[in-house]
C-alpha cells in the first residue's frame, strides 16, 4: 500500500504539471511573459521567445499532490508553503524584469531567500546535529550554529540549483536525480514524509522536461528554479540529514553534487575577480563545456551521468552505515 501511495502521488503531480504548462504557455504569449533571445549575451543560446510559466504548473502540481497524500496540514508543511509562495513572488518578479531586458537586483532576491528558510528553521525543520560514530552519542549543537547551518543550507541549495538553470533540461534533469536519491534515502530511514515530498518532486520536474528538454518549449525562470531548489533543501534537511552521522552527512551534499560542486567554484571565482557573487556569467560548468565544442545535449547529458554517479555514490555511503 506504500509504494502505491508513492506511485499514485508521482502520476498526478506529473500529469498536473503536463497538463497545466501547454496553457499557461498559450497566457505567457498573450501577456508578454516570455524569454527573449539575446545576442549581447553569452548565455542566451535559445533563439525563439520561450513561455516563462512553467514554474507555476510546478508549483500548483507539488502543493495540491502534497496536500493531498500527507498526513493533516502542520505547522511545518505551513512554513513549507509560505516559504514558497515568498519565492515564487520575487522570482516572478525577477523574471518579469528579465523579459524586458533588465535585471533585478540582488538583495530583495537575497532577503526574500534567507526569510523562506528562517520560515522553516522556526516551523522545527533543522540541522541539529549528529551523532559521533565512535561513541554512538548524539552531538546535539548550539541553537545559534543549528540557526545558522539551517539557513545556510536551505539558502545554498536555492541558489544553487538557480545558477544551474542554463542550459535546456539541465535544472529539472539534475533536480530529478537529486529527488529519486533523497527519495532512496528517506526511504531506507524509514521517514515517509520526507520520501513523500521527494517523489513528488520527481513527478513535477519529470513532467516539466517533457517541455524543457532540448530544445525547449517553455522554461522555468529563476521561480521555478529556486521553488525547486528550496524544495531539495528542505527534503535534505527533514530526511537525510536527520540521525546522520559525520560521514553520512555527506550523503545529501553528494545527491546534490553537481550543482554544490560546480556553483562552489563558480563562487570562489568571482570572489577571486572581485565580482559580486549574483553577478550572471557564463563561468558555470554548463558554459565551460559547451565552448569546449560539445553539443547542448551533450553537455547535458554528461552532468546528468555526473550527478548519476555521485548520487548513487551517496546511496552506497548510506549502504555502509558509516
Known amino acids: 500500500m506504500v509504494f502505491i501511495a508513492y506511485a499514485a502521488a508521482f502520476l498526478l503531480s506529473f500529469f498536473i504539471v503536463y497538463l497545466l504548462i501547454p496553457p499557461l ?20 543560446i535559445h533563439r525563439e521567445p520561450i513561455p516563462l510559466t512553467a514554474s507555476y504548473a510546478i508549483f500548483i502540481g507539488f502543493f495540491i499532490t502534497l496536500l493531498l497524500f500527507i498526513k493533516g496540514f502542520t505547522l511545518q508543511t505551513g512554513a513549507i508553503v509560505a516559504g514558497s509562495v515568498l519565492l515564487l513572488i520575487i522570482g516572478t518578479v525577477d523574471d518579469w524584469y528579465k523579459t524586458n531586458g533588465k535585471d533585478f537586483p540582488s538583495l530583495p ?8 528558510a528562517v ?9 541539529s546535529g549528529f551523532y559521533n560514530p565512535f561513541s554512538g552519542e548524539f552531538v546535539l549543537l548550539s541553537d545559534w550554529l543549528q540557526f545558522i547551518l539551517t539557513i545556510l543550507w536551505i539558502f545554498g541549495v536555492t541558489t544553487v540549483i538557480n545558477f544551474s538553470d542554463g542550459m ?30 521527494a517523489m513528488i518532486l520527481v513527478g513535477v520536474t519529470v513532467a516539466y522536461l517533457r517541455y524543457n528538454k532540448p530544445p525547449a518549449k517553455v522554461f522555468m525562470g529563476d521561480a521555478g528554479a529556486t521553488f525547486l531548489g528550496f ?9 537525510a540529514f536527520k540521525q546522520a552521522t559525520v560521514l553520512s552527512l555527506f550523503i545529501p551534499i553528494l545527491a546534490l553534487g553537481v550543482p554544490i560542486f560546480d556553483n562552489i567554484f563558480v563562487v570562489i571565482k568571482r570572489l577571486l575577480q572581485g565580482k559580486p557573487i549574483y553577478q550572471a556569467d557564463a563561468s558555470q560548468a554548463h558554459y565551460r563545456l559547451l565552448r569546449t565544442g560539445l553539443s547542448p545535449k551533450q553537455v547535458v547529458m554528461f552532468l546528468y551521468l555526473i550527478s548519476g554517479c555521485l548520487s548513487l555514490s551517496s546511496i552506497i555511503l548510506l549502504l555502509l552505515h558509516v
Open 231 to 239: 524544495i531539495l533543501g528542505v527534503i535534505a534537511l527533514d530526511g
Open 25 to 44: 504557455g498559450k497566457l505567457a504569449f498573450r501577456l508578454n511573459f516570455v524569454d527573449r533571445p539575446r545576442q549581447d549575451v553569452e548565455r542566451k
Open 168 to 197: 535546456d533540461g539541465l535544472a529539472g534533469g539534475l533536480s530529478a536525480i537529486s529527488a529519486i536519491t533523497l527519495f532512496v534515502v528517506a526511504l531506507a530511514k524509514g521517514q515517509s514524509d520526507s520520501a513523500m515530498m
Open 119 to 127: 520560515l522553516v528553521y522556526a516551523s522545527g525543520i533543522t540541522f
Open 109 to 116: 532576491k537575497f532577503i526574500v531567500q534567507v526569510s523562506s
